[in-house]
Antibody
Framework: EVQLLESGGDLVQPGGSLRLSCTAS????????MTWVRQAPGKGLQWVSAISHSGAATYYADSVKGRFTISRDNSKNTLYVQMNNLRAEDTALYYC?????????????WGQGTMVTVSS | DIVMTQSPLSLPVTPGEPASISCRSSQSLLRSNGYHYLYWYLQKPGQSPQLLIYLGSNRASGVPDRFSGSGSGTDFTLKISRVEAEDAGVYYC?????????FGPGTKVDIK
């Protein structure tokens, strides 16, 4: 069974940094591209970032470009997002999701999410 | 960026009745391979989103056949042939024809 478990969410002050992790199991992680999507409290879904299976290609939403860095460690079956210079508007539940094997479906299975709160 | 719109934003439905949600994009979601990069997700209350439809009209694994997706270019529709109580939640369309991927605002389906 495919499982994705996010961790690392916390309360952080504006301008601070945080690194989220997503640990995968139940599939060959190194063969699949991955995605981060976030959801502000009471709001809709917002795509944040994606990374190819090898990590060679990365993509970002304009709102996080230059502040967030997506990466992966295929030896640890783990996806990361390093979030710097955090803003109040980054407050959200952050989900990781896996692509399908063809790379045509950006978010097949979703984790339960980890909460990031940016506030002083 | 491609802007996604949905209508209606709220949809009360009676069990056993059909339901339909429209999704429109500001640019065509058709790629040269002939596929439309349009996806439908359902987020049930208190849960993570789940994939319903991919590439415009393909049901994801385990999705009941009462769900169907159709459309082309910039206009797409999700249909539920006979709504069941478990179908309550917020339905989102998402485009992945180009980054940044973008979601529609969501359609909240309430079961009467």
């Amino acid at each position: 069974e495919v499982q994705l478990l996010e961790s690392g969410g916390d309360l952080v002050q504006p301008g601070g940094s945080l690194r989220l992790s997503c640990t995968a199991s139940g599939f060959t992680f190194s063969n699949y591209a991955m995605t981060w999507v976030r959801q502000a409290p009471g709001k809709g879904l917002q795509w944040v970032s994606a990374i190819s299976h090898s990590g060679a290609a990365t993509y970002y939403a304009d709102s996080v470009k230059g502040r967030f860095t997506i990466s992966r460690d295929n030896s640890k079956n783990t996806l990361y997002v390093q979030m710097n210079n955090l803003r109040a508007e980054d407050t959200a539940l952050y989900y990781c999701a896996n692509y399908d094997s063809t790379g045509e479906i950006p978010a097949v299975i979703w984790g339960q999410g980890t909460m990031v709160t940016v506030s002083s | 960026d491609i802007v996604m719109t949905q209508s209606p934003l709220s949809l009360p439905v009676t069990p056993g009745e059909p339901a339909s949600i429209s999704c429109r994009s500001s640019q065509s979601l058709l790629r040269s391979n002939g596929y439309h990069y349009l996806y439908w997700y359902l987020q049930k209350p208190g849960q993570s989103p789940q994939l319903l439809i991919y590439l415009g009209s393909n049901r994801a694994s385990g999705v009941p056949d009462r769900f169907s997706g159709s459309g082309s270019g910039t206009d797409f529709t999700l249909k539920i042939s006979r709504v069941e109580a478990e179908d309550a939640g917020v339905y989102y369309c998402m485009q992945a024809v180009q980054t940044p991927f973008t979601f529609g605002p969501g359609t909240k389906v309430d079961i009467k």
